[in-house]
Structures are given as structure tokens and as C-alpha cells.
């Protein structure tokens, strides 16, 4: 079982380049998620998308967008990437059948806007 | 607005003694909550979760948690370290349809890094 996959795992941008990171999951879930994680403020989520076709804003959306392809991907994009972009991103998804909360996660992706 | 504290940031413990790390946590609504567990260079792992069955949680690797709605705690306990359980912990609360981030209004605490000393 692969569970939640990333890519990259690591990407080094210059100010205004842009990209876009991959998740996939192979569990079948619905709910997917978008984490970053900066030292000592924890986990603050960017998007999620709740269901195939639906994307929401969470706490720290500015500077990106997403997309939902399928029920197995969710892409995150910084359309011009900021230093202050630089961070941990994960992705997580929720089965239906599991409580709020309880979320599975990739290994992380690790971005540096020089 | 919900939120989650965890006390100390860095906590510091020799192999063999009892792990007690911190967590409180507000909610206007019933929670659920959650320890996730984060090994170097590696994705969160749910650890354990409360959701107002037992009080008394156990969890994987040895480790437990007991709710105590009086006090606002979930603190997570482990009665002997081991070297393998350096990594860090977060504490977490969801309460749907709250003020937490998202759909399953989920809200981290900042994480305490679990030193254990040989």
C-alpha cells in the first residue's frame, strides 16, 4: 500500500517562479487536504477539497490554488512562488468512514523559494 | 474559536523514564482529539484519538491519553522511553462545523520535540 504520495520531495524555486505539487492516494478516500508546516507554528491548512469537484479555502490560502483532478489527486500551485512560501507541505486525506480529524498523510514535500 | 496548547516546546526525558507531554485544548462544541506523532523526515502518524467513548485512550508504541473534560486536557503519557520514541508530537482537536481549519474544523497545536537522553 502506498497510501498518500507525494512529489517532489524536495524543490529549490527562485521568487516568482512557479510550480505545482502532486498527491495521489491509492485508500479511496474522499476528503483530501493541504498542510504547510513552519517551525514552531504547527500545521495550518491551505486547501482541501471535500469531495471529487469541490475545493475550499482553509486558514493560509493566499499565494496558492488547487485542483482536484479525480478521486486519487489533488494538486497544490504557486503561481509565483514567494520566500515567504518556503516550508514543509503535506498532503492528507479522510475516509468517509473515519471520524473529523483523523487524517493520513504523505512524507511531506520540501520547498525553498531563494 | 477552538484552539490547542501544548506546554513546552522541547521536552527532555532519559530512556527508561515516563514521557508526559501537554496538551489543553478549547472547543465550543464536544471535540474530538488526537495525538499524531512526526519521525524525522517523515509525514504525521495518528498516534491515538478520543472520541467520547472511553476516556482512557491507548494508542500504538505503548503510549496513552486520558481526556479530562474538567480540566481541558489530553495529555499523553508513556510509562517507560525508549530511544525510538524521539520525534515530535502534535496535539489536535476537530470539532465540525467549527472554527477550525476546513471542513473537519481540525486545529494543531505547535508541536513538542521529544528528546530522550541515553
Known amino acids: 500500500n502506498a497510501g498518500v504520495t507525494q512529489t517532489p520531495k524536495f524543490q529549490v524555486l527562485k521568487t516568482g517562479q512557479s510550480m505545482t505539487l502532486q498527491c495521489a492516494q491509492d485508500?479511496?478516500?474522499?476528503?483530501m487536504y493541504w498542510y504547510r508546516q513552519d517551525p514552531g507554528m504547527g500545521l495550518r491548512l491551505i486547501y482541501y477539497?471535500?469531495?471529487?469537484?469541490?475545493?475550499d479555502k482553509g486558514e493560509v490560502p493566499n499565494g496558492y490554488n488547487v485542483s482536484r483532478l479525480n478521486k486519487r489527486e489533488f494538486s497544490l500551485r504557486l503561481e509565483s512562488a514567494a520566500p515567504s512560501q518556503t516550508s514543509v507541505y503535506f498532503c492528507?486525506?479522510?475516509?468517509?468512514?473515519?471520524?473529523?480529524?483523523?487524517?493520513?498523510f504523505g512524507e511531506g514535500s520540501r520547498l525553498t523559494v531563494l | 474559536a477552538q484552539s490547542v496548547t501544548q506546554l513546552g516546546s522541547h521536552v527532555s526525558v532519559s530512556e527508561g523514564a515516563l514521557v508526559l507531554l501537554r496538551c489543553n485544548y478549547s472547543?465550543?462544541?464536544?471535540?474530538?482529539l488526537f495525538w499524531y506523532v512526526q519521525y524525522p523526515n517523515q509525514g504525521l502518524q495518528l498516534l491515538l484519538k478520543?472520541?467520547?467513548?472511553?476516556?482512557l485512550v491507548k494508542g500504538i508504541n505503548g503510549f496513552e491519553a486520558e481526556f479530562k473534560k474538567s480540566e481541558t486536557s489530553f495529555h499523553l503519557t508513556k510509562p517507560s522511553a525508549h530511544m525510538s520514541d524521539a520525534a515530535e508530537y502534535f496535539c489536535?482537536?476537530?470539532?465540525?462545523?467549527?472554527?477550525?481549519?476546513?471542513?473537519?474544523?481540525?486545529?494543531f497545536g505547535k508541536g513538542t520535540h521529544l528528546i530522550i537522553q541515553p
Open positions: 492528507a486525506s479522510r475516509a468517509q468512514s473515519r471520524v473529523p480529524g483523523e487524517l493520513f
Open positions: 485508500m479511496n478516500h474522499n476528503s
Open positions: 477539497s471535500a469531495s471529487e469537484g469541490t475545493t
Open positions: 472547543s465550543s462544541v464536544p471535540p474530538y
Open positions: 478520543y472520541t467520547s467513548a472511553a476516556t
Open positions: 489536535a482537536v476537530s470539532s465540525p462545523g467549527g472554527s477550525g481549519g476546513g471542513a473537519d474544523g481540525l486545529t
